[in-house]
């Protein structure tokens, strides 16, 4: 075994060794990193933690630059000091209001504002460019109003429904967002817990904090597991994600199509994230990673922007999953999607994070429906072809409109993400019950007791596709100088 005083000495560019989990690491190829320099001899393990998998340094390190356990008594801690401002946040998380005070999913949001640390709520909530895209993801649903049926017995409503084949107890499955372990220390894995206290279905992200086998392992018997896919430019990882995904039952290959390159960020970049460590960047592939650019941007440049529609028949060679593409945004590609024999697409604009201006998913949602009816004769919600919609959803109101105009199903990611942020399980079990409250009651105003009774004639959706009314652009609204009015001499 190593001693504490042995690593200590390698904390130079000629040898450099870092401690992660009690485990000696030869790190020297990344030295020059920030992160490197900053623990260099020492335990990085704190700052290791919230943002890499468990497994992903051995997996990644060779075998030869895996040096062996320390001693755990000789290790010297590192002290790291705790700022006013630290001080003051954990200030703030022991003011948070008690669960019973959350009524909706906007609380959420809100308390994850003030307790989360800066950098996790910037790459978090941050989207791109000007956020115009980000802000109508929410206020498209404000276009469409409901029309309501009266006189039906509603003494019984039930907005359970099926996804893919599986059962949900509501049309609403929990989104891949990355990196959950910025927000909470048990990362992702209080979404596994709740989902399966209320059998709801979760995608695991590719770009999980908690590894995938940690996901995989916290869900009960029979909990059904979706798994999001970044593509990454060594064909050969991306295969052997996929097929240990499927040995491990994961149900469905929810494939992000809209991420060639990471959009700009810009509240994250500002926070200069230094995502430092190789393991997570180099599992990916990724060489050059640019540290300069935010968290997500960090750790984004294995991605293949090469991706392109003759990679589905490959797909289809190495998984039996059903494949989805996530991120498609008119319906010219939702009917070639169809055609190229997918089981079904996420509308989606991956919540504002990527192309500003382009449009919501629930606005998509409608032109996909009418095209693929009048091209290929389709009716939805189709069990041969899922439409799925993501982006702005806080409200059971919001999901009620996707699937009257016919979605199987909607994407909540934030607010689960920012559920747990702020409360940890259970949060996201407090969220899931908001919604439910928020389902029976507005089924019955609708006089809806089932989903197949929630149709297009319900909502007028008519002013949907209306951008007459666009979101403020914060950043050109305060350099504008305003026009002033004529003034009275000596005013
Ligand atoms: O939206 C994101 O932040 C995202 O999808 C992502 C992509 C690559 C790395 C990290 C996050």
């Not at 994850?112 to 791109?128: D, G, T």
């Not at 990916?284 to 922007?305: E, H, L």
């Amino acid at each position: 075994m190593l001693s504490g005083k042995t690593v200590a000495e390698h904390n130079t560019r000629e040898s450099c060794w870092i401690i992660v989990h009690g485990k000696v690491y030869d790190v020297t190829e990344f030295f020059g990193r920030k992160i490197i320099l900053k623990y260099a001899g020492k335990d990085a393990t704190q700052e290791y933690e919230p943002i890499h998998p468990p497994d992903a340094i051995t997996t990644n390190l060779p075998p030869e630059k895996h040096l062996g356990p320390v001693e755990p008594d000789t290790v010297e801690k590192v002290v790291v000091e705790i700022s006013d401002e630290e001080k003051a946040r954990q200030e703030r998380i022991s003011n948070r209001p008690s669960l019973d005070e959350i009524l909706n999913l906007h609380d959420f949001e809100a308390i994850a504002k003030q307790v989360l640390p800066e950098k996790a709520w910037a790459y978090y909530s941050s989207a791109s460019d000007d956020e115009i895209t980000l802000r109508d993801n929410h206020a498209a649903y404000h276009r469409i109003w409901f029309r309501p049926r009266i006189l039906r017995d509603v003494t019984k409503v039930d907005w359970s429904t099926t996804i893919l084949g599986h059962k949900s107890s509501m049309p609403v499955y929990i989104s891949a967002t990355a990196l959950g372990k910025l927000g909470h220390p048990d990362g992702e894995l209080n979404l596994t817990r709740a989902a399966a206290k209320y059998g709801v279905i979760q995608m695991i992200p590719t770009l999980a904090s908690c590894s995938f086998d940690e996901i995989v392992d916290t869900a009960q018997p029979g909990q059904v597991q979706f798994f999001q896919l970044y593509v990454n430019k060594d064909r050969a990882i991306t295969k052997k994600l996929v097929q240990h995904a499927e040995s491990r039952g994961v149900k469905a290959l929810f494939i992000t199509v809209d991420a060639p390159q990471l959009g700009r960020r810009e509240k994250d970049m500002r926070m200069k994230f230094e995502a430092e460590d190789p393991s997570v960047v180099s599992k990916s592939g990724s060489q050059g990673v640019d540290r300069s650019q935010g968290a997500a941007r960090a750790i984004s440049s294995f991605i293949d922007p090469g991706l392109n529609w003759d990679d589905l028949d490959w797909f289809k060679s190495i998984t039996k999953m059903p494949i989805i593409l996530k991120g498609v945004q008119c319906w010219e590609d939702a009917l070639q999607a169809y055609d190229a024999g997918v089981a079904g697409v996420v509308l989606s604009n991956h919540g504002g994070r990527q192309l500003d201006f382009s449009r919501s998913g629930i606005e998509v949602l409608v032109e996909v429906v009418v095209n693929l009816k009048e091209k290929r004769g389709l009716s939805f919600p189709n069990e041969k072809f899922a439409l799925f919609v993501d982006g702005g959803v806080r409200r059971a109101t919001d999901v009620l409109k996707a699937v009257a105009l016919g979605a199987t199903a909607v994407g909540v990611g934030r607010p689960f993400l920012y559920s747990f942020c702020a409360y940890g399980t259970e949060g996201v079990e407090k969220a899931i019950k908001i919604l439910h409250d928020e389902f029976e009651m507005n089924m019955r105003l609708l006089g809806a007791r089932t989903l197949k009774e929630v149709v297009p004639e319900m909502v007028d959706a008519s002013n949907l596709q209306s951008h007459t009314v666009v979101p403020r652009d914060d950043l050109y609204a305060n350099n504008y100088e305003s026009m002033k009015y004529a003034q009275l001499k000596g005013s």
